[in-house]
């Protein structure tokens, strides 16, 4: 079955530090892969989006995310976390033949002043 | 900029109620969907709608039934609201997914509305 993966419901960095944030998908089929990022009583807007183009994905915020097929990952990092990054991050996967986004359980960053 | 907004942030019902969540978006998309949040669960689908009067049942859709009569409007609607269905609602909306080779291809991300915190007593 397809399926996404976050690891970490909880991530806490200190201001200035790298931010890893980790997705895993399982798919027999090649992947649409999303990052969206949810601010306290907001809904969820989109960070960056991998589409079967370049395997490393620039997004807004100074966030990016590397495809590794072998890996069937699709992490999010940022060299340097600043206050305003503390938010929930989710990871969605799509396939080709459905309409249906596959959503993760999210993690909430927290970041340390 | 695309706009999804919904009718109510917060809104506290009385078990047995009928409730009507709405959802409207300004750009023109074909695609429109209903999620819930839950701590721990992330979201999960509900129903979505991918032409005016069509729609599919998602993962979790005992006890919600949905309605789209306008392009641009997609009304969730608990028929009698029960307290497990407290939760935040999400709506969202993308355009007509691309095509290959005639299959569709969902590579267009959703754009979603601010939600609505259900509360159900």
């Known amino acids: 079955a397809q399926s996404v993966t976050q690891l970490g419901s909880h991530v806490s960095v200190s201001e200035g530090a790298l931010v890893l944030l980790r997705c895993n998908y399982s798919?027999?089929?090649?992947?649409?892969l999303f990052w969206y990022v949810q601010y306290p009583n907001q809904g969820l807007q989109l960070l960056l989006k991998?589409?079967?183009?370049?395997?490393l994905v620039k997004g807004i915020n100074g966030f990016e995310a590397e495809f590794k097929k072998s890996e069937t990952s699709f992490h999010l990092t940022k060299p340097s976390a600043h206050m305003s990054d503390a938010a929930e991050y989710f990871c969605?996967?799509?396939?080709?033949?459905?309409?249906?986004?596959?959503f993760g359980t999210g993690t909430r960053l927290k970041v340390l002043a | 900029d695309v706009k999804v907004t919904q009718s109510s942030r917060y809104l506290v019902k009385r078990t047995g109620e009928k409730v009507f969540l709405e959802c409207v978006q300004d750009?023109?998309?074909?695609?429109m969907f209903w999620y819930r949040q839950d701590p721990g669960l992330g979201l999960r689908l509900i129903y979505f709608?991918?032409?005016?009067?069509?729609?599919e049942k998602g993962d979790i859709p005992e006890g919600y039934s949905v309605s789209r009569e306008k392009k641009e409007r997609f009304s969730l609607i608990l028929e009698s609201a029960s307290t497990n269905q407290t939760s935040m609602y999400l709506c969202?909306?993308?355009?007509?997914?691309?095509?290959?080779?005639?299959?569709?291809?969902?590579?267009?991300?959703?754009?979603f509305g601010p939600g609505t915190r259900l509360t159900v007593l």
């Open positions: 798919s027999s089929v090649p992947p649409y």
């Open positions: 969605a996967v799509s396939f080709s033949g459905t309409y249906k986004y596959i």
């Open positions: 969202a909306s993308s355009p007509r997914q691309g095509t290959l080779a005639g299959g569709i291809v969902p590579y267009n991300e959703q754009f």
């Open positions: 750009m023109d998309h074909e695609n």
């Open positions: 991998y589409t079967s183009a370049a395997t």
């Open positions: 709608s991918y032409d005016v009067k069509m729609k």
